[in-house]
T-cell receptor, first 114, second 112 residues
Framework: DAMVIQNPRYQVTQFGKPVTLSCSQTLNHNVMYWYQQKSSQAPKLLFHYYDKDFNNEADTPDNFQSRRPNTSFCFLDIRSPGLGDAAMYLC?????????????FGNGTRLTVT | TQLLEQSPQFLSIQEGENLTVYCNSSSVFSSLQWYRQEPGEGPVLLVTVVTGGEVKKLKRLTFQFGDARKDSSLHITAAQPGDTGLYLCAGERDTGRRALTFGSGTRLQVQP
């Protein structure tokens, strides 16, 4: 009954080789987020989509891009992964932003860069 | 600069002990949420606090939002090994459609 599904759970890529992480949701939520979480740290927001409206955080590197082709799917593209990009990538959704719209997280994709 | 600071960063206690985790900021938040994250999983929402001074209880967990809506605390009574995890506070500021900002996290280990 998973509602936010991330694939794959584990991804290994080579330094500089483009990689795409995927997220799908069955909640029909308006908002989808991508967070980066490094070991023992808090999740760091990379960007979010409110419907088709893309919102990039000011300190998100250009190396990270995102696509949301429809309500259910959102992709994170890392154009040229570096060793420092190794992390857990969490996708989350919410009905809208605001008090009454908690985030629903997927179980994440752990990215290793060799 | 971390917008939301949590303390302590790490806490290891024995089963049955009480503990308090703090989440502090110099900014005002329209709401604060607390999440718990277990290894290999995404964070799961525990509670949302909205009103300054608000107190919410969830079984052995008590959450409080500061009067000025700049800080929050989580108190656990008689901790159990199942409480082990990373506790994250997350706040939304009064600036329209901004997404949540997470605190630095408190990693709790409850020893049986």
């Amino acid at each position: 009954d998973a509602m936010v599904i991330q694939n794959p759970r584990y991804q290994v890529t080579q330094f500089g080789k483009p990689v795409t992480l995927s997220c799908s949701q069955t909640l029909n939520h308006n908002v989808m987020y991508w967070y980066q979480q490094k070991s023992s740290q808090a999740p760091k927001l990379l960007f979010h989509y409110y419907d088709k409206d893309f919102n990039n955080e000011a300190d998100t590197p250009d190396n990270f891009q995102s696509r949301r082709p429809n309500t259910s799917f959102c992709f994170l593209d890392i154009r040229s992964p570096g060793l420092g990009d190794a992390a857990m990538y969490l996708c989350a959704t919410s009905r809208k932003t605001g008090v009454n719209s908690p985030l629903h997280f997927g179980n994440g994709t752990r990215l290793t860069v060799t | 600069t971390q917008l939301l600071e949590q303390s302590p960063q790490f806490l290891s206690i024995q089963e049955g002990e009480n503990l308090t985790v703090y989440c502090n900021s110099s900014s005002v938040f329209s709401s604060l949420q607390w999440y718990r994250q277990e290894p290999g999983e995404g964070p799961v929402l525990l509670v949302t606090v909205v009103t300054g001074g608000e107190v919410k209880k969830l079984k052995r967990l008590t959450f409080q939002f500061g009067d000025a809506r700049k800080d929050s605390s989580l108190h656990i009574t008689a901790a159990q090994p199942g409480d082990t995890g990373l506790y994250l506070c997350a706040g939304e500021r009064d600036t329209g459609r901004r997404a949540l900002t997470f605190g630095s996290g408190t990693r709790l280990q409850v020893q049986p």
